[in-house]
C-alpha cells in the first residue's frame, strides 16, 4: 500500500475510533459524568506512558518543561481547556444528548477560523465567512429547536477551538504534549477518584470487574486514536486531514438518532441543514485553496485538529 493511502487508512480509523467512543461512555452509566472524566484523567496518564515506551521516546525531555514556567503554564491551560472538553462529551452521551456532541464537533472547524481571527488576526476568506455564517445560523436554529441555547455544543465547541489555539504555544509534539497534560490532570483526579471510594459513593470495585476494565479502558480509549492521529497528520496533507475529521462527528450523528433513538423534529433537521451546508462550503474552501497552494505556493490557512473526546 502506498504510504499516502497507508496515512488516509490511519487517519480514518482514529477518526473511526472517535466516532465510536459515543457507544462506549454509556457503558458506564452506573458512574457519574464526573467519576468517569476523574478515570479518564489517571488511565489516560498510564495509556500514555505506555505509548511513549513502546516508542522508545525516552523522558529526557520532561523535567525541562516542568522547570519553565513559558512552556508548562500553555500546557497547563491546554490540560483544563480538554478536561473541560471530555466532561461535556462524556455528560452529553451519558444524558443522551449525543446529538449536540455531534453537532459540536461539525461546527468547532468554524470556530477555530473564528478563533483564529480574534487572537491571531488571520484573516477569513470570503467562503470561510460564508460557513462561518452557516454555521451561526445553524446555531440560532438549535436554540429555537431545543428550547434553549445548545450550550453543551458551544462548551465542547469552543473549548476544543481554544485548546487548539493554546496549543499553537506548545513546542512539544502530540504525544509529548498529551503526556504533559494527563499529568497534570493525574493527581487532583486521583484525588477525586480516592475520595469517592473512601466515601463509599465511588463505583471502581462496587459495580463489576466488566465496570472496572471499562474505567481502566477508557485511558486507551482517549489515548489511542490521538497516537493514529499524530501519525496520519505526518503522512498525509492537512487539508485531507480536514476532511477526514467529518467522520467522527458523522458517526456520533448517526449513532444518536439511529442507535441512541434521539428525537430529530423537523426544526432539528433544519439546524444540521444548516450545519452541513456550512460544512460543504468550508471542505470546498479546503479543496479549493489546496489545489491554489499547489499551483502558486502556501497560503497560511487554520490548521485542522483532531476531536478531544
Known amino acids: 500500500m502506498p504510504e499516502s493511502n ?32 476523574a478515570h479518564r484523567m489517571v488511565w489516560s496518564l498510564l495509556a500514555m506512558c505506555v505509548f511513549l515506551l513502546l516508542a522508545r521516546r525516552g523522558w529526557s525531555w520532561l523535567l525541562p518543561v516542568l522547570r519553565s514556567p513559558r512552556r508548562f503554564l500553555p500546557i497547563a491551560a491546554g490540560a483544563v481547556l480538554i478536561g473541560i472538553n471530555w466532561w461535556g462529551f462524556i ?18 472547524p468554524m470556530m477555530a477560523v473564528c478563533l483564529g481571527v480574534l487572537v491571531f488576526s488571520e484573516r477569513l476568506r470570503p467562503t470561510q465567512w460564508v460557513a462561518v455564517g452557516l454555521g451561526a445560523l445553524a446555531v440560532v436554529v438549535m436554540t429555537v429547536a431545543y428550547g434553549s441555547a445548545p450550550w453543551l455544543s458551544l462548551l465542547m465547541a469552543s473549548s476544543f477551538a481554544a485548546y487548539g489555539a493554546v496549543k499553537k504555544y506548545v513546542d512539544l509534539d502530540g504525544m509529548q504534549s498529551l503526556t504533559v497534560e494527563t499529568l497534570i490532570m493525574f493527581a487532583p483526579a486521583l484525588g477525586y477518584v480516592a475520595y469517592l471510594e473512601l466515601t463509599g459513593d465511588g463505583t471502581m470495585f462496587s459495580v463489576s470487574p466488566g465496570h472496572t476494565a471499562l474505567l481502566v479502558g477508557g485511558g486507551f480509549v482517549t489515548a489511542l486514536p490521538l ?3 499524530g501519525v ?8 485531507v486531514i480536514g476532511m477526514l475529521q467529518y467522520i467522527a462527528p458523522s458517526m456520533i450523528f448517526l449513532i444518536g438518532w439511529l442507535i441512541q433513538g434521539e428525537e430529530m423534529p423537523p426544526s ?9 451546508s456550512a460544512v460543504l462550503v468550508f471542505v470546498y474552501d479546503q479543496i479549493r485553496t489546496a489545489r491554489s497552494t499547489r499551483r502558486n505556493g502556501p497560503v497560511r490557512d487554520p490548521e485542522p485538529t483532531a476531536p478531544a473526546d
Not at 490511519?10 to 462506549?24: D, K, R, V
Not at 455528560?91 to 468547532?108: G, P
Not at 496520519?232 to 487539508?239: E, H, K, T
Not at 432539528?268 to 452541513?276: A, H, K, Q, S
Open 232 to 239: 496520519a497528520a505526518r503522512r498525509v496533507p492537512l487539508n
Open 268 to 276: 432539528r433537521w433544519i439546524g444540521f441543514g444548516f450545519v452541513w
Open 227 to 229: 497516537l493514529l492521529f
Open 6 to 37: 497507508r496515512g488516509v487508512a490511519i487517519g480514518a480509523s482514529a477518526f473511526l475510533f472517535w466516532g465510536f467512543a459515543a457507544l462506549y461512555w454509556p457503558f458506564l452509566s452506573a458512574s457519574e459524568p464526573s467519576e468517569i472524566l
Open 91 to 108: 455528560y452529553a452521551v451519558s444524558i443522551q444528548e449525543t446529538l449536540q456532541a455531534s453537532l459540536a464537533y461539525f461546527v468547532n
